[in-house]
């Protein structure tokens, strides 16, 4: 009799401490589980007044960690902006692709798609910190692109929609190779975001298109998480892009200009191609010159070797003056910060000395048979 209670003792000891442990554990899983965020882009409530509701990123705002389905990108050559770095991403609704429109034309992205680009500086001073300035997204609606900027808090906690005309102005100074540069960085408005971001090329109207994610342009190999990937075959694999778009071998690509295994000529037309050609093309902002800075002319005239100005400007006797940089108008207008003379238009404030260089190393290298 006493053998049988202390077994039923003993199976009632067991049960119950089998069910707290159970209770805990199942108690335990639930105050850890947390929900797996996503991206919000509602076409109906875009835009948010803050770039957090977007949901791209996870943590930290600042960080830039973007979610799983949030692909970061890098063109082979960048948009000179003021020195500017910039962090790029790209999102696409669930099941949707970008579908192939030639090497140096933007794929076409789906209806809903998200482009992220945060501008910052590194080495700013005086603590030698990042300074997070801008992010601007390109949101693909029913109707077509439409462009927001949000600008950054000075607690770089969070990034506020742009809406006034002018745009914003943010003062920084920072450690560019070791020199001191001050500038006050200016935040386009949606109108100058535009300007570039445009084109008309059956004078039909203007629409808001992407610049940078052309195949020619990502058709190099980039850092990600799990290992270094040329950019066309990661988003292949990720299902972003579908077979329409040719083997990466086929691909007249871009070069990064920084990269001086490259030959000189490579690197100044991929430079050219990223700050110039958006503008100087057919339906582009600059549609009414002459000349076509796009990386697949071949047509050296049109490309502005030995080619008349339009606009006269003295002791520069063409756009590209072959074999003598000082007299070439590019030269000229990469070179000055005025308003009515510099090249580009907008988007900087002060000379990319770099950029000045390689440009004019390409134009000495020329044979001098300009007339």
Not at 175 to 188: A, D, F, Q, R, W
Not at 194 to 205: A, E
Not at 260 to 266: A, C, H, I, N, V
Not at 346 to 358: M, P
């Amino acid at each position: 009799m006493q053998k049988n209670y202390l077994l039923k003792l003993t199976l009632f000891l067991s049960a119950f401490a089998l069910f707290f442990i159970v209770a805990c554990n199942s108690s335990d899983e639930a105050e850890a589980y947390t929900p797996i965020p996503s991206v919000s882009v509602d076409l109906t409530k875009v835009p948010y007044a803050k770039l957090s509701e977007y949901n791209f990123f996870e943590g930290d705002l600042k960080n830039q960690k973007p979610l799983v389905d949030v692909i970061p990108y890098e063109p082979a050559s960048s948009l000179f902006s003021d020195y500017a770095h910039k962090k790029r991403f790209l999102w696409l609704p669930k099941g949707t692709k970008a579908t192939y429109n030639g090497d140096d034309n933007v794929f076409e992205f789906p209806v809903g798609s998200a482009l992220i680009k945060t501008f910052y500086y590194d080495n700013v001073q005086p603590g030698n910190t990042t300074k997070l300035i801008e992010t601007r997204l390109l949101i693909r609606k029913e109707n077509g692109w439409k462009a927001y900027t949000y600008v950054w808090n000075d607690q770089q906690t969070d990034a506020l929609l742009e809406t006034t005309t002018n745009g914003a102005f943010v003062p920084v100074t920072w450690l560019e190779n070791g020199t001191s540069k001050s500038i006050t960085y200016k935040v386009p408005s949606q109108t100058e975001c535009v300007t570039c971001h445009k084109i008309n090329p059956n004078q039909t109207g203007e629409i808001t298109i992407p610049i940078g994610l052309k195949p020619q342009n990502l058709n190099t190999s980039f850092n990600y998480s799990s290992g270094a990937q040329n950019q066309i075959e990661k988003l292949k694999s990720l299902g972003y892009l579908g077979n329409d778009v040719p083997p990466v071998s086929q691909i007249y690509s871009t070069v990064n200009w920084k990269d001086t295994s490259k030959s000189l000529e490579l690197r100044a037309r991929s430079y050219i191609d990223i700050n110039c050609a958006h503008c100087h093309r057919t339906g582009g902002h600059c549609d009414y010159t002459v000349q076509r800075f796009n990386f697949s002319n071949t047509n050296l005239q049109d490309f502005g070797v030995c080619l008349t100005p339009q606009f006269n400007i003295p002791n520069m006797p063409f756009i590209i003056n072959s074999g003598d940089a000082d007299h070439s108008e590019m030269i000229f207008r990469m070179n000055s910060t005025q308003e009515a003379e510099m090249m580009p238009i907008i988007g900087r404030t002060i000379v990319h000395e770099e950029g000045v260089q390689l440009i004019k190393d390409w134009i000495n290298s020329m044979p001098q048979n300009c007339r």
